[in-house]
């Protein structure tokens, strides 16, 4: 068993954003979605389990020299949750899973590192999730130990209910960085962090 896999959400319709898929738009040169898997990938060192659905095709063509292996689910216009279980059914066996999406570049490996050692501290029993001033962030790390649970229900499977229904298996961790409270929606939301990015390689 790994110690370590990650799966991220790629599937969404992307509405809001417009005509372009925002996992598409460029990232510091490369997609949003690739920019994302290198990401995950330099915090586990492990490859990235990406579950596709809108746009599956040209997901998987930005993703043809990274680290990430796709898995396609049918019922994307069902909603996340159903993401999120065909990505806990195809991930590979490890002993920490960390599950995130896909339009979130702010984040940095080490953010994500700070993310699994808050996690392995508090004793790695539990599902953390990152909070800052009461808001919920992602990613969330989950145990091996409660994989199935959040298979258990048919009909709302994934996180966001079990967390909820069963606060006992969540801790909370104050992480403060922006990066896991923000992600990118509406083509503002890209420009603004479009310049971030230029600034950055000035």
Not at 65 to 78: G, I, W
Request: charged share 20%; aromatic share 6%; hydrophobic share 45%.
């Amino acid at each position: 068993m790994d110690e370590i896999g990650a799966i991220l959400l790629a599937a969404g319709l992307s509405a809001r954003m417009g005509a372009q898929n925002k996992l598409l738009l460029p990232i510091a040169g490369v997609p949003m979605i690739g920019h994302m898997v290198e990401t995950y990938s330099a915090a586990t060192g492990r490859p990235v389990l990406v579950v596709t659905g809108h746009e599956a095709d040209q997901i998987e063509d930005a993703l043809r020299d990274s680290p990430a292996v796709t898995c396609f689910n049918p019922d994307f216009e069902q909603g996340q949750a159903r993401s999120v279980m065909c990505g806990l059914l195809h991930a590979p066996a490890a002993r920490r899973l960390i599950i995130g999406l896909g339009d979130q570049p702010r984040l940095r490996p080490a953010d994500l590192g700070a993310l699994i050692d808050a996690h392995d501290a508090a004793g790695g029993d539990k599902i953390s999730i990152p909070q800052w001033q009461a808001q919920r962030g992602n990613p969330i790390l989950v145990p091996a130990c409660l994989r199935a649970r959040l298979l258990e229900d048919p009909r709302a499977p994934g996180c966001k209910k079990f967390t909820r229904a069963y606060p006992e298996h969540v801790q909370f961790h104050a992480l403060q960085n922006p990066g896991f409270y923000a992600d990118v929606d509406t083509p503002a939301a890209y420009a603004a962090l479009h310049c971030t990015f230029k600034e950055a390689t000035v």
